[in-house]
């Protein structure tokens, strides 16, 4: 896994994603497993997919390895996604304007909301009763 490559970091929720790019046969692999593999939800791997198509760019020209960690299946996913569109920045200047105007480089800034004192959750009280 030598020669250059473009890296980009993803983030959603609790969720971290490392994303290479670099010159190669077309092969996806995320956690040391191929993107279809890891992601069996339907609609993930084409999520995780839509860099390439905005930039127009053919994924068999390129590898792209992914490290994840932390979070869910859609947080996972999502951020993923942030760090190709990332990493797509870097490997062509002139693809900002593309990724931004899908929403693809914009940070997902929804996370969860804390549990507050006399409450059971973040916004769910206790049952009421009256005697």
Do not use: C, H
Not at 17 to 35: D, P, S
């Amino acid at each position: 896994m030598s020669g250059q490559y473009y890296e980009g970091i993803g983030r959603r929720k609790e969720s971290t994603a490392r994303v290479r790019i670099m010159q190669g046969e077309g092969n996806f692999t995320v956690n040391e497993k191929t993107l279809i593999e890891y992601f069996t939800r339907l609609g993930d791997a084409q999520a995780i997919l839509e860099p390439f198509n905005s930039t127009g760019e053919n994924q068999s020209q390129y590898d792209v390895t992914v490290i994840v960690k932390g979070g869910g299946v859609t947080g996972q996913a999502t951020a993923v996604q942030l760090g190709l569109a990332r990493a797509f920045t870097k490997l062509n200047q002139d693809y900002i304007t593309v990724l931004r105007k899908d929403n693809l480089l914009t940070r997902d800034p929804r996370v969860k909301e804390r549990k507050k004192p006399g409450l059971k959750r973040a916004r769910k009280a206790p049952t009421y009763t009256k005697r």
